[in-house]
Nanobody, 126 residues
Framework: QVQLVESGGGSVQAGGALRLSCAAS????????MGWFRQAPGKEREFVAA????????YYVDSVKGRFTISRDNAKNTVYLQMNSLKPEDTAVYYC???????????????????WGQGTQVTVSS
């Protein structure tokens, strides 16, 4: 089992920034690829960003490229999502997730992730 706890959400104005953190416990964190997903009211959960086990590869949905950065610190068992230049359409509940093994094509697929956090709300006002 892997337990994931997100933090860092909040309310900001458009153009602002937030950094989300996801602290993991349980199994060896460095064995898991990590992803961030989000779900807005009335919409399906969508992929935001992912990072490989050693942090050497990162993946982003097109809508956040150049604004969001995913990173991880395996010594601290934590994955981060730095969000800059936030837009109202970024408003959602953000979830982190862990996956044991992922191929390159699987990083954006939420059904490939085994463990999920409880989510943290991000609200961006115009």
């Amino acid at each position: 089992q892997v337990q994931l706890v997100e933090s860092g959400g909040g309310s900001v104005q458009a153009g602002g920034a937030l950094r989300l953190s996801c602290a993991a416990s349980g199994r060896t964190f460095s064995n898991y690829a990590m992803g961030w997903f989000r779900q807005a009211p009335g919409k399906e959960r969508e992929f935001v960003a992912a990072i490989s086990r050693n942090g050497g590869s990162t993946y982003y949905v097109d809508s956040v490229k150049g604004r969001f950065t995913i990173s991880r610190d395996n010594a601290k068992n934590t994955v981060y999502l730095q969000m800059n230049s936030l837009k109202p359409e970024d408003t959602a509940v953000y979830y982190c997730a862990a996956a044991w093994k992922l191929s390159v094509n699987d990083y954006s697929r939420n059904n490939k992730y085994t463990y999920w956090g409880q989510g943290t709300q991000v609200t961006v006002s115009s």
